[in-house]
């Protein structure tokens, strides 16, 4: 659910300011490898905000979970890097911040479609069994300081047609169409306020543990689960999906009562 990423270099003469939201700048560029990569150079300038955020309708190279690439529609997608200063004083919960955040992206979701938002653990976001999304969040260190990266790829518009069994859209769960550059401002003000304001009430982020468990597909119910070694497939099997721990680990029922977790690396969970 964690990476830590390095520093590379970005051509700060094709990314533009968008908006100012009050505390956060929102950038934009018309296209980029990685939005995850193309932000490192806004965040090492003296006097910069503690939020800072980059989109783009045409990401190239867009990466997930281990790596994994992230395909879409050039201008019908949108990719976001939120970046946000760490107050490195503090003792932070990273695998809650992980499920608070993207709970929090479901939540936002909602509020433009008319379809319910969940999460296939670890970060993919699905709108009626299928993909609409996903959040990758890293942790980033310069010599400013310490930065948390959430990146966030959605199709808006359309997937390509490669995808359409697997694979939905924004647009296609709403009557009144959302457009990236909406989407993208409307995600930077609520992370922005939810991590500066309120990461700071213990009970309201004592809530978001259920609200998560809630939001995961297929909780409850029966998965396909592949084991993995060496990055390849040695079992599938049937098990139960139960939760997910404070490790970030998926907790499943094997049968007869066997509870057990496991990581990411070991298991990932199959589409139906």
Avoid at 224 to 233: G, H, P, Q
Avoid at 234 to 259: F, K, P
């Amino acid at each position: 659910m964690l990476l830590i990423c390095c520093k590379v270099t970005t051509i700060l003469a094709e990314i533009n300011v968008y908006s100012d939201l009050g505390g956060a700048v929102l950038y934009w560029t018309a296209s980029c490898a990685s939005t995850q990569d193309a932000i490192l150079e806004l965040l090492n300038v003296p006097n910069s905000p503690s939020v800072i955020a980059l989109f783009t309708g045409n990401q190239t190279a867009g990466r997930g979970q281990r790596g994994n690439s992230w395909t879409s529609v050039p201008n019908q997608s949108l990719s976001l890097t939120v970046a946000v200063l760490v107050d490195e004083n503090i003792e932070h919960d990273w695998v809650l911040t992980n499920k608070i955040i993207s709970t929090c992206i479901c939540e936002i979701i909602e509020e433009k479609i008319d379809a319910q938002v969940q999460l296939k653990w670890p970060n993919d976001v699905f709108v009626s069994d299928k993909k609409l999304g996903g959040m990758l969040m890293q942790i980033h260190q310069d010599s400013l300081g310490k930065w948390l990266l959430v990146g966030i790829g959605l199709s808006v518009g359309s997937v390509p047609e490669s995808v359409n069994d697997v694979a939905t859209y924004l647009n296609a769960h709403t009557a009144e169409e959302v457009s990236v550059s909406e989407m993208a401002e409307l995600l930077v003000v609520r992370i922005k306020s939810l991590v500066i304001n309120r990461f700071s009430d213990v009970f309201y982020l004592a809530g978001y543990k259920e609200k998560y468990r809630q939001k995961l597909w297929c909780v409850n119910s029966e998965i396909t689960l592949d084991f993995y070694e060496n990055e390849k497939v040695v079992e599938s099997s049937r098990v139960t999906l139960l939760d997910v721990d404070d490790a970030g680990r998926l907790v499943i029922d094997t049968g007869n009562q066997a509870v057990k977790s496991y990581h990411h690396g070991q298991v990932r969970i199959a589409t139906k």
